[in-house]
């Protein structure tokens, strides 16, 4: 089989899986990061210096043309992963696209040199590596963004108590967090304030705000909002039982951490400082000798 068919039939499966993405989902609209307004000609500009004039362009082509979501939670993954350079799902399936398409084209002049099976391997795996990677660059993003979240929720939870225990409403108090405080989470409460005091509704702002912070523990915190203000209970002792539960959690993770690193050390022992003191002493013995 020559390589001109496998690159073929390597781009029309990429292509096909592309189209069924576009096609198998119901039309949403973009989601813009919280409290930011939609990119307009500067914006544009801004992330074509980012990823390259290729992907954003596909990506403003995905977005002119209405191109359908992505099936399963990958909206969720944007989500979550802060929906970086504000792009929507569609975008995301036409960078997939030009990822596969780019990478294919990257990989094909290396294809004939390489020996054996090898050029055939790289021509099959390159489409696939491109077409998935942007998924994967999402992971990590949410991961990273998870992991800041997680640090800071002790310390924002402490100051949004201090704010309602001083008789603001949430949403202000919220606000005033996310204006004395740096931080991914500061940031989220700021946006979503800032949403809040637009006019939109406060459960929606609510459901966004856990969809943008993937971690357990903004969850907890977005319902002890949703059952204060449907119940009437002060929110005050909710918000100082979950401080002391986030911490508790962090120094845990700390544990964690540090259990994990043992082993590493005690390999680095093993593999460098035992061979160099055996070394050493082998060394003196053998100057004795002599």
């Known amino acids: 089989m020559s390589f001109a068919v496998l690159l073929a039939a390597a781009g029309g499966a990429c292509a096909a899986a592309a189209i069924v993405e576009w096609l198998g989902a119901p039309r949403r609209p973009p989601s813009r990061p919280a ?68 990478l294919t084209l990257f990989a094909f002049p290396f294809a004939g040199a390489l020996p054996g099976r090898l050029g055939v391997a790289l021509l099959l795996a390159a489409p696939v590596a491109g077409f998935f990677a942007p998924e994967l660059v999402l992971a990590r993003r949410a991961r990273s963004r998870g ?28 606000g005033e967090v996310g204006r004395r405080m740096t931080g991914v989470l500061a940031g989220e409460l700021a946006g979503a304030a800032a949403r809040m005091q637009l006019g939109a509704p406060r459960g929606d702002v609510l459901r966004e705000l856990t969809a943008r912070c993937p971690t ?21 002792p909710a918000l100082e039982a979950l401080a002391t539960e986030a911490r508790a959690e962090q120094a845990r993770r700390l544990r964690d951490a540090a259990a994990k690193a043992a082993p590493k050390i005690q390999l680095v022992v093993a593999l460098v400082l035992v061979p160099a003191v055996m ?9 004795g000798i002599d």
């Open 147 to 174: 992991s800041r979240i997680a640090g800071e929720l002790a310390d924002v939870l402490d100051l949004l108590r201090v704010a309602i225990g001083a008789g603001l409403p949430v949403g202000r108090a919220m």
């Open 35 to 102: 409290g930011e307004p939609a990119p307009g000609r500067a914006g544009e500009l801004e992330a074509l210096s980012h990823v390259g004039g290729m992907t954003v362009l596909l990506a403003r082509v995905a977005r002119r043309a209405g191109l359908r979501a992505a099936p399963g939670d990958l909206e969720a993954r944007l989500a979550a992963a802060g929906a970086p350079l504000g792009l929507a799902v569609g975008d995301v399936v036409a960078l997939k696209g030009a990822g596969a398409l780019g």
């Open 216 to 236: 357990a523990g903004v969850a907890t915190l977005v319902a002890a909002i949703s059952r204060a203000e449907r119940h009437g209970a002060p929110l005050t």
């Open 279 to 287: 070394l050493l002493i082998g060394a003196v013995l053998v100057h």
